[in-house]
Structure formats: C-alpha cells, structure tokens
C-alpha cells in the first residue's frame, strides 16, 4: 500500500466547517469542528487512499463521458480507463466498507459508502451505455447522474473531515478571473 506523506499530523488536529452542505438534518456542523482523537485521525489515514482512488475513478468516467460524447471510436466497454475506473471503485468500496468509523467520523464515512455506490451504479451504466455511438445524450446523460452524485458526496465528506481535498479549477492561478467592478 502506498502511504501519502503529504498529510501532516499536525493538520489533523481539527477542522472548521459550517456544515458539509448535504440535505442531511443529523449534519451537525458544531460536531464538525471539534478536535480529532486519535481513532478519528486514523480513520482519516485509513481511508484516505479510498477516498483517492474514488476521486481518480470519477475522473476516469468523466473523460470517458467526454470521449464519447465527442463520438471517439475508442470508446468501448473494454476501455482500459473503464476497467481501472471498475477495479478502483471495487478497491474502494470494499475498503470503505472494512473500516469502522468513530462518532466523529460516521457522517464522513456515510458519504464515502454513498459516493461508491453511485460510482458503482455510474460504471454500470458506462459498461451498457458506452458504445461507438454513444453520442446519444440520453445514454450518457444516464451514466451522468450517478457520477454527478458520486462527485457530489465526495465533495460533502471533504467538508466533515480534514486530509480530503478535491481539487477546485476555479481557484486555480490560471482560472478566469473575476474582476469587481468599483463604481
């Protein structure tokens, strides 16, 4: 197992949140605030490479949407993306299930267990859906959905636990700028 050292113990400590943002009434934001113990910050070290290969497994799904939308010819069920994209979210989704949250973690967890699912139900799709004529909207709007949702609750749990970043384009150096305009 590959074991990322770009986590420093000492930003696990605690994490300021208002909430992660999902329709979920046990959502307690004042929970999601709190300092960490121990077992949380394992938990976080335990399912960071999980959360990593869900992340990685919805971008491989996404470009295969864009190819395929795009008409390209090499889009098929036997793609290779498709295939890791498979084997990481299995990877995933066994993992996440292997591990046992704290208090403070559930919620974290409850979007990891989500997020897979959707995942899982997105390559599904992908693998009846994804053909060299896929560029009918409404096969690709099918596997869509599920990875919307997928990325969707991998966004909320970034907010419920620190170590779980998605990278964000629109803050990045070479994100169009808004200018404020001063009267």
């Not at 939308?69 to 290779?80: I, L, M, P, R, W």
Request: proline share 3%.
């Amino acid at each position: 197992m590959h074991m990322d050292h770009s986590i420093r113990p000492d930003l696990l400590l605690s994490v300021e949140a208002s909430g992660c943002g999902c329709d979920d009434a046990a959502c307690d934001a004042g929970q999601l605030v709190t300092e960490l113990d121990d077992k949380t910050i394992s938990y976080v070290l335990e399912t960071r490479p999980y959360f990593e290969d869900l992340r990685q497994s919805i971008s491989q799904i996404a470009g295969l949407l864009v190819l395929a939308t795009a008409g390209a010819k090499s889009v098929t069920q036997d793609h290779a993306m498709l295939e890791a994209a498979r084997d990481a979210c299995k990877r995933a989704l066994d993992g996440i299930r292997s591990t046992r949250p704290t208090a403070r973690a559930t919620h974290h967890h409850r979007h990891l267990l989500e997020a897979a699912q959707d995942l899982g139900l997105a390559i599904s799709r992908s693998g009846d859906g994804l053909h060299l004529t896929s560029t009918d909207r409404h096969r690709n709007e099918n596997v869509f959905g599920p990875l919307e949702a997928a990325y969707r609750n991998l966004g909320w749990a970034t907010r419920t636990l620190p170590g779980f970043e998605i990278l964000s384009f629109d803050q990045a150096c070479c994100a169009p700028q808004q200018v404020e305009h001063q009267q």
